[in-house]
């Protein structure tokens, strides 16, 4: 695998493809990477004929730089799980090549950032929104893949793309789960092992909400006071948020579920690091059917 970590030198190999002919598919990552990454990596496989993965931990996403400090940052088993799964090129920039010093543009979506995880993390989205944009103007990508677990961050990014017309296919991915259902995260190999066990809450919520509709409870009200006793529950588990929202706008869904609708959690479990009291996010997320007979008018 190339191990690249000049936006320059990136730009010239995109080029290179490009004039060859070969289509190139980007993997954005903050490095960690374990199963879901992979499965992006595959998908990426699928649809180009070169996968290149970026690496970079992104400072101007984090909101809180306790959570910057304790992100889990692995490049050299990173670099082996590319080599492994076929990866052809790594962009592993120093931060001062993707914020070189004065850089003073930012890219933001109105609106779609502000509810769910843009509340409790002010910030966090116009980080996010400009490095992919930084990413994806240096790799020039046919495709980029992103995991449906940030999925508010995959519809930003959508609109992202779409308002300036970058031209680059956005492509998502499906939510990876651990064996007890809990979704890949690099955030879990952070957890305790209570922490850990009690972290499996989130997916039974939403299969608890899925369950009750399917059973006929279309009453968003009554579905969230389900998810919320699952999630009360878990003793190391405080509530961030759990919320039905349309799954295109992000707009609150109606009182009474006639369509699809997207089931949004995002929970903090306390854990113990270094014998301190810290607390781990976790977010999961799961776009709920009505069953027939209460879905969408004829
Ligand atoms: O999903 C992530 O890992 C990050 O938010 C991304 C898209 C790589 C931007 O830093």
């Known amino acids: 695998v190339r191990i690249v970590e000049s936006a320059g030198e990136l730009s010239a190999l995109a080029e290179a493809e490009r004039v060859a002919g070969r289509r190139i598919a980007l993997v954005p990552t903050m490095g960690a990477l374990?199963?879901?990454?992979?499965?992006?990596?595959?998908?990426a496989r699928r649809r180009a004929d070169r996968v290149w993965v970026s690496i970079f931990v992104n400072p101007a996403q984090f909101d809180d730089p306790g959570d910057l400090?304790?992100?889990?940052r692995s490049?050299?088993?990173?670099?082996?799980?590319?080599?492994?799964?076929?990866?052809?090129?790594?962009?592993?920039?120093?931060a001062r090549e993707m914020y070189p010093a004065g850089a003073a543009t930012w890219v933001g979506v109105d609106a779609l950032c502000e509810p769910l995880c843009g509340r409790s993390r002010p910030g966090h989205f116009r980080g996010v929104t400009t490095v992919v944009a930084k990413l994806l103007a240096a790799a020039r990508p046919h495709v980029?893949?992103?995991?449906?677990?940030?999925f508010q961050q995959l519809v930003l990014i959508r609109r992202m793309v779409r308002d300036l017309l970058l031209g680059v296919e956005i492509v998502a991915a499906p939510i990876v789960r651990e064996a007890d259902g809990l979704a890949s995260s690099s955030r879990n190999a952070t957890l305790d092992p209570e922490a850990r066990r009690q972290?499996?809450?989130l997916s039974r919520a939403l299969d608890v909400a899925?369950?009750?509709?399917a059973g006929g409870e279309t009453r968003t009200a009554a579905l969230l006071e389900r998810v919320r006793a699952e999630i009360g529950a878990a003793s190391r588990?405080?509530?961030?948020?759990a919320e039905l929202r349309d799954p295109d706008s992000l707009e609150p869904a109606p009182d009474v579920l006639r369509g699809p609708a997207l089931l949004a959690l995002a929970v903090r479990f306390r854990t113990a690091e270094g014998g301190a009291a810290a607390r781990v996010r976790l977010i999961d997320n799961r776009v709920l059917v009505p069953p027939a007979g209460h879905g969408a008018d004829p």
């Open 75 to 94: 490049l050299e088993a990173d670099l082996a799980a590319c080599r492994a799964a076929g990866v052809d090129l790594v962009f592993a920039p120093p």
């Open 237 to 241: 588990a405080e509530l961030d948020y």
């Open 199 to 201: 972290a499996v809450a």
């Open 34 to 43: 374990h199963a879901g990454h992979l499965s992006l990596v595959a998908e």
């Open 144 to 150: 980029a893949v992103f995991g449906q677990k940030d």
């Open 69 to 72: 400090a304790r992100y889990p």
């Open 210 to 213: 899925e369950r009750a509709l």
